[in-house]
């Protein structure tokens, strides 16, 4: 996953910590169901995965550092990331693109579960356009500006074909879209000011293979 870099003054908070956010949000959640009340950075260190200084390290730039053999507060934790996440709004969100990839982020209870609701859907295809999908009708991008604008949505999902990517990115700058979500695997031209996440599913795997390889040397190693 790629992130533009942000402006030089826009953000406090480092990448790499704002990027672990949202798992100690997810953990938090889960334990705040199981009624658990206060928890150590150690604990929630060995449960994100990461080292207790670097979970200490991003709760700080919440503002909160937790009391000395009590540790953190769950509840008011989750409330704090959420904040610093901009969770405690909800954000519409307009999906570019109707095909089978668009179809299933459409049906993604996920995204309505963290307070992103699917406002719209647009496609360039006349013959998607009308089609029910997630419960929302697609309609023509030619359309898109109206939709950002009466339905106040912040965030566009490119869900696209690459070579319709730059396009969907473009319309949705001059649409008024600040941030983007861009599933399709290319590098995007966007100004400045827009923020981009690139979920490149291709890269992923490619990723994962080299582990796999590694893995299996190691174990040939040991053999």
Not at 14 to 42: E, F, N, W
Not at 46 to 64: P, T
Not at 180 to 188: D, G, K, P, T, W
Request: proline share 2%; hydrophobic share 45%.
């Amino acid at each position: 996953m790629t992130v533009n870099a942000p402006k030089i003054g826009v953000r406090t908070i480092p990448d790499a910590a704002v990027a672990r956010l949202p798992v100690y949000l997810q953990i938090l959640k889960g334990l705040a169901t199981q009624q658990v009340r206060q928890l150590s950075s150690d604990q929630l260190a060995a449960l994100a995965g990461v080292n207790a200084a670097k979970v200490r390290k991003d709760l700080s730039y919440l503002g909160s550092y937790g009391t000395r053999g009590v540790g953190y507060e769950v509840e008011y934790l989750v409330y704090q990331i959420k904040r610093e996440l901009g969770l405690l709004n909800d954000w519409n969100v307009v999906l570019v693109g109707a095909g089978n990839l668009g179809n299933a982020l459409a049906n993604y209870s996920g995204f309505a579960s963290r307070g992103f609701s699917v406002a719209a859907i647009v496609d360039i295809d006349d013959k998607k356009v009308g089609n029910n999908v997630g419960g929302i009708r697609v309609q023509h991008v030619s359309e898109l500006a109206a939709i950002v604008r009466d339905l106040s949505v912040s965030i566009g999902v490119i869900a696209t074909p690459v070579e319709s990517a730059q396009v969907a990115a473009d319309l949705l700058v001059v649409a008024g879209i600040g941030s983007i979500l861009n599933f399709a695997s290319v590098v995007l031209s966007v100004p400045d000011h827009i923020s981009v996440r690139s979920v490149d599913l291709g890269v992923e795997l490619q990723i994962l293979g080299y582990y796999e390889q590694l893995n299996r040397r190691e174990v040939a190693t040991c053999q």
